[in-house]
């Protein structure tokens, strides 16, 4: 009989706490509720963004040094997003990645993901975004008689005018700085350096 009475006893006891917890949750709706393992929110370090007194300006980020660059930051010499830019690139830049089977492979599989939507595998302009109507005006690289929007013709469009079509994009072609690195974009140009030789 009094085991029966405790019984009870724990199991209203846990139906009111059960109910308390519940409606807890419900009252503020912006409430994050019990955190597990607070640390994991606020770790030990400094975060970025976080205001840091051990600086005189009190942040955590700090401005590199002069004259340092980060590991693996390959410096290059700038020619301007302008045509005189891309003239004076055209001349003066020059590929210092030697014409090998694999440097052309790699180039090749770049082209492929990242230019053969509007050029086409081949080089002809006719890339499928091209096909659905998506976007025209796409040059052939090879074609005998077309000729740069920028002038000259396409067959004959330098390294260093293609290496700065890659950075900066031209019209409706957007900058690929951002998804190849400068390397890969020499192994781009060598690539399309081969397409503009297609008969
Ligand atoms: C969204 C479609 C699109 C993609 C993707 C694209 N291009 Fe273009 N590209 C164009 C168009 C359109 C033009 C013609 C722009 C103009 O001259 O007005 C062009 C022009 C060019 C030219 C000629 C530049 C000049 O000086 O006349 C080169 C070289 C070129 N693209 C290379 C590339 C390479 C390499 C890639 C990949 C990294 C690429 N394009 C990706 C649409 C594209």
């Known amino acids: 009989m009094l085991a029966m009475n405790r019984n009870k006893v724990v199991l209203t006891s846990f139906c009111i706490l059960a109910t308390a917890v519940i409606f807890s949750a419900c009252r503020d709706k912006r409430s994050t509720g019990l955190e597990y393992a607070r640390n994991m929110y606020d770790p030990i370090a400094y975060n970025p963004d976080q205001a840091n007194k051990n600086f005189a300006n009190g942040q955590t980020a700090q401005t590199p040094p002069k004259h340092t ?5 390959v410096e290059e010499d700038v020619y301007p ?14 590929n210092s990645l030697p014409l090998t089977e694999q440097n052309l ?29 998506k976007i025209n005006g796409v040059p052939s690289f090879h074609d005998p008689e077309k ?25 409706m072609m957007g900058s690929y700085a951002s998804q190849l690195s400068p390397e890969e974009r020499w192994k781009v140009v060598l690539y399309v350096q081969q397409l503009q030789k297609a008969k």
């Open 69 to 73: 660059a980060p590991v693996g930051f």
């Open 147 to 171: 000729t740069s929007s920028r002038g000259g013709l396409m067959k004959d469009l330098s390294a260093g005018k293609i290496y700065h079509t890659i950075k900066y994009g031209v019209n």
């Open 105 to 133: 492979l790699q180039g090749q599989h770049l082209f492929n993901a990242f230019c053969s939507p509007c050029h086409g595998k081949e080089g002809d302009g006719q890339g499928h975004l091209v096909k659905l109507e």
């Open 81 to 94: 997003n302008t045509k005189e830019g891309y003239e004076e690139a055209g001349v003066k830049l020059i």
